[in-house]
């Protein structure tokens, strides 16, 4: 389907191309798998006992796995879609743009944002760090599954268009050799980043203290520099109270499920015990690690609470983690107090709040008045140095 065949009731009418002022390197998108990815990804003898897209009594199109059931929620592909018409209900594929799910389509998507790049997360039937497949009754099946996601994204989306999209894959994290295998395999072929559980033991997984595990696992992410990229919401979302708005209140508190993650990772010690390693924390926004480095200040300086490692727990935050943001109009003044180097950009396409088509705007609107300099390094060459990507010959904006 092209996007001149989208039904015009559902749709906006096709965006004009973005001018471009900024070059652009998005570090959150999502992919939405489609239909023949297990087809043709999974070993034949375990397609039967893979996903699968089933159709429903009401003509809604969905996921089934271990005999449950995953939707493509409203707001997880309404990019371009009329306001009206979203709704939190199961999709057809028809009812998204093709670049949900397709990779021409995607590029063209990017070009029409003014986009020079994105690095892509998993959607419903694989969980944003390949959980549903990691948790699977079957683990044999679970394993396979893990191996065809990456084999999908790497033949059909990273290969062709290496300049394009950035490599990000899942691996199976309930074995720790299983893991390591695949980061490795993933790394030989130019993965540069894994996306992990926000906090792994909310999900059914080991907690980041349980050294026989999580050990040889980072140590693969260090020994290859594959970044590790921690998705808001991927360990579930806030613990919210009976009968309260969950829409809501769970997208209010997206900044404060990365802050509860990067703090946790943070005195896992793994940043302490591995300097080389690298952490992405994606779309919780930058407003709290400003008040994290602070505190982290504080219990040193006052209380006494942080000692015991022989660097400051806020330099060590500054030297292994990454921030990423959509915008943050009202926190972007604590850049330099975060480390301006620290900072990355995304789109979130093709989500509810992302800003696709108008990230060219969004980004001369609330950033506008920034140096030059500081806006290509949230823009695109942070982005581009963390995960070891290309970048254009010309960077926008030029002095």
């Not at 449950?68 to 592909?77: D, I, K, L, R």
């Not at 975060?338 to 696709?356: A, C, K, Q, R, V």
């Not at 942070?382 to 290309?390: F, V």
Request: hydrophobic residues 40%.
């Amino acid at each position: 389907m092209t996007a001149a065949a989208l039904d015009p009731e559902l749709f906006l009418p096709e965006p004009e191309p973005s001018e471009v002022q900024y070059t652009i390197i998005s570090v959150d998108d999502h992919v939405v798998e489609p239909p023949w990815l297990f087809e043709r990804y999974l070993p034949a003898k375990l397609r039967d006992r893979g996903p699968k897209i089933i159709e429903t009594s009401e003509g809604h199109e969905v996921w089934q796995f271990e005999g449950e059931f995953f939707t493509q929620v409203g707001m997880n592909a309404v990019a371009g879609r009329r306001p009206e018409s979203v709704r939190l209900e199961p999709f057809r594929f028809e009812q998204m743009r093709p670049g949900c799910y397709d990779i021409d389509a995607r590029i063209s998507d990017m070009d029409l944002g003014g986009i020079w790049a994105q690095m892509n997360f998993p959607s419903q039937i694989t969980g944003f760090c390949g959980r549903i497949f990691a948790n699977a009754k079957d683990k044999e099946v679970g394993r396979a599954c893990i191996r065809a996601w990456n084999d999908w994204i790497y033949e059909e989306w990273c290969n062709p268009h290496p300049e394009r999209i950035i490599p990000c894959g899942v691996t199976y994290l309930q074995n720790p050799e299983w893991a390591v295998e695949e980061i490795h395999r993933n790394a030989e072929r130019g993965f540069v980043s894994v996306t992990f559980p926000e906090r792994p033991h909310a999900v059914g997984m080991p907690n980041l203290w349980d050294r026989a595990h999580w050990d040889p696992i980072v140590q693969a992410c260090a020994d290859t520099d594959t970044v590790i990229s921690l998705h808001v919401g991927s360990s579930g979302l806030y613990d919210l109270p009976e009968n309260s708005p969950a829409v809501q209140l769970g997208s209010t508190m997206f900044g404060q499920l990365s802050l509860a993650a990067c703090a946790e990772w943070l005195w896992s010690e793994y940043p302490v015990k591995h300097p080389n390693l690298k952490i992405a924390m994606s779309e919780g926004g930058i407003g709290w690690v400003a008040m994290l480095m602070d505190r982290l200040d504080n219990i040193i300086d006052r209380s006494g609470y942080g000692l015991g490692w022989e660097e400051r727990p806020a330099d060590v935050l500054k030297r292994n983690f990454w921030f990423c943001t959509l915008d943050d109009p009202g926190t972007i003044s604590t850049r330099h107090r975060i480390g301006i180097e620290n900072i990355l950009f995304e789109s979130d396409y093709p989500h509810g709040d992302g800003t696709w088509p108008n990230s060219q705007r969004v980004i001369r609107e609330v950033w506008g008045d920034l140096p030059k300099n500081e806006l290509r390094m949230l823009c695109s060459e942070n982005a581009a140095g963390l995960y070891r990507h290309p970048l254009p010959k010309v960077v926008l904006p030029e002095d």
